[in-house]
């Protein structure tokens, strides 16, 4: 059985760009959460999803923004980005409270 | 002051030494989880606990929920142990992480 998968792996951006960012879930998993990791710094808490609503955000813009897909994989998305959004993107599938996490997308603004 | 706090930040010891890092915690938890990250950022989750204590291999997690504190243990350290710990929490519907201890193990 596939694990979570995260897509792309690496992204290289243009401040001011919009980005997009898929993950697919555990099958059976009906929670995706994404979270940003800045390089030195503990993961981020972003969104999390249940059966397509959004159940909770962390202390992020509105310029991030996510959805979750009837067949439970999600999407983040960003836009106007910064420099600072610059890190690791990882998203986690979850059943009750055990976790599954992506490899993550490592997104870089320049 | 962070709600999950860990000590220490980094660790650097000799193979087959006994390595324990810790978790502090201030908020009611459902649940804690113990976290490998390996350079190159793929998350692993070695232990979910809510109470008592889990061992696998040569890793042994302990939690005292009274005392809002966990512990990760490595028996017989070795250098595939190096990696980054991160102890996570769950409460109010959301994970919230420390911000990670470096393991460092010299053969």
Redesign the interface.
Known sequence: DAGVTQSPTHLIKTRGQHVTLRCSPISGHKSV?W?Q?VLG?????IF?YYEKEE??R?NFPDRFSARQFPNYSSELNVNALLLGDSA?Y?C?SSLY????????T?LTVV | KNEVEQSPQNLTAQEGEFITINCSYSVGISALHWLQQHPGGGIVSLFMLSSGKKKHGRLIATINIQEKHSSLHITASHPRDSAVYICAVFSNEKLTFGTGTRLTIIP
């Open positions: 959460s979270y990791q710094q503990g993961p981020q808490f999390q159940r909770g962390g690791l990882l986690a409270y055990g976790y599954t996490f992506g490899s993550g490592r």
